[in-house]
């Protein structure tokens, strides 16, 4: 093997084992900063030597595995994960490759992106039925009964349409800190952060370990294909969500320029330790569904849509006592 090559195959068991750790015993082992920058790295090498890309490569799938112990649930549409951004520089390339497939003509939403895990609700004439995690993208697990107990999913909507929604459940930070005094007065393991602990409370067989955590969700898609709602953009979709009686996070915005988007992140920058729950990072979508089609997706995640990571910002000392994040 010369050294890319066993670079590539030691990235690719680096990325497995932090991501089992993460996404199926939710305890990392690796600070979030860290786990970007080795996929980064293989994302890098892998795009100058494709034949090297192992067919269970971590940039060929959707985060994370299905657990034994929950039904398993067949996505109607693949649940995607999202593309990264890290810097203006990354966020202006993003653009201009916009710009050069659909022209000059359209806007963006700004959405803050909730540090949660990613969540599938479905109504049935207007009443809840199933809910989900993303699992690996196509299969998820039925979470249902541990959904259930979110005083912020509605049980019933507005109106009796059969509808499939998608979201965010996320432990909100005051319910994180109490959670983790309690469990360090057990003497339990503490949680490293709220996604996990969002994460592993909706992952108990037991409902009501699920209802003591106090979590809540935020919605921001429709399952599948929002015009036949009669909806032509994001932002609209959102309002409608709202109207169903669905929680959707306030604090979006319209942007029609690239700098635009830029102040909404340099805001939120600013302004997120002031928020009751954790973000890490801005969504930006292009608005029109016309313009998301044009656009299209990879195997991994839309085109029309790119997320942007804040810089890490705490160090894990917690998890493995030297500083990883440096
Ligand atoms: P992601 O978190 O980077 O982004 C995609 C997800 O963002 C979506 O699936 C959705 O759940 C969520 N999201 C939140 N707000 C949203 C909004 N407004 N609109 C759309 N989506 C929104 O991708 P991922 O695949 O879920 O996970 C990767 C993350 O997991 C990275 O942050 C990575 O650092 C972390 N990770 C860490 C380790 C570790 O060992 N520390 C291991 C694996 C993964």
């Known amino acids: 093997m010369n050294e890319i090559e066993q670079r590539i195959a030691e990235l690719n068991k680096l990325l497995h084992e932090y991501g089992h750790a993460y996404y199926v015993l939710d305890n990392p082992i690796v600070a979030d900063s860290v786990y970007d920058q080795l996929l980064q790295e293989l994302i890098a090498l892998e795009e100058a030597n494709p034949s090297l890309i192992y067919p269970d490569s971590p940039t060929q799938r959707v985060g994370g595995a299905v ?3 929950f039904k398993k649930v067949t996505h109607d549409y693949p649940m995607l994960s999202l593309s990264n951004a890290f810097n203006e520089a990354d966020i202006r ?3 201009r490759k ?6 000059d003509n359209f806007s963006y939403v ?3 992106k909730i540090d949660g895990l990613a969540i599938s609700l479905k109504y049935d004439n207007g009443v809840f039925v199933q809910g989900a995690t993303r699992g690996d993208g196509v299969i998820g697990e039925d979470i249902t009964a541990n959904l259930k107990t979110i005083r912020a999913v509605p ?3 507005q109106e009796p349409i059969t509808i499939e929604v998608r979201g965010e459940a996320y432990m909100p930070k005051k319910s994180f800190d109490k959670l983790n005094l309690l469990r360090a007065e057990n003497g339990e393991e503490l949680f490293a952060n709220p996604r996990n602990a969002a994460a592993g409370s909706l992952r108990q067989l037991d409902p009501k370990i699920a209802a003591s955590r106090q979590l809540s969700t935020f919605i921001y898609a429709i399952g599948g294909d929002g015009e036949a709602y009669g ?4 932002g609209e979709m959102l309002d409608y969500l709202e109207g169903l009686g669905l929680p959707s996070n306030k604090e979006r915005q319209h942007c029609t320029s690239i700098d635009e988007v830029l102040s909404f992140i340099e805001k939120w920058t600013e302004n997120r330790p002031n928020l009751a729950y954790e973000i890490d990072g801005i969504v930006i979508k292009v608005d029109r569904f016309a313009q998301q089609d044009e656009l299209g997706y990879t195997a991994k995640s839309p085109r029309w849509a ?3 990571k804040f810089p890490a910002e705490e160090v894990v000392t917690t998890l493995l006592d030297i500083d990883l994040t440096v």
């Not at 916009?98 to 022209?103: D, K, L, S």
């Not at 909806?231 to 994001?234: N, Q």
């Open 67 to 69: 657990i034994e112990g």
């Open 93 to 95: 390339e993003y653009d």
């Open 155 to 157: 049980l019933r909507l």
């Open 231 to 234: 909806i032509d953009g994001h």
């Open 98 to 103: 916009i710009r050069q497939a659909i022209g």
């Open 306 to 308: 790119i997320a942007y």
């Open 110 to 112: 700004c959405e803050l």
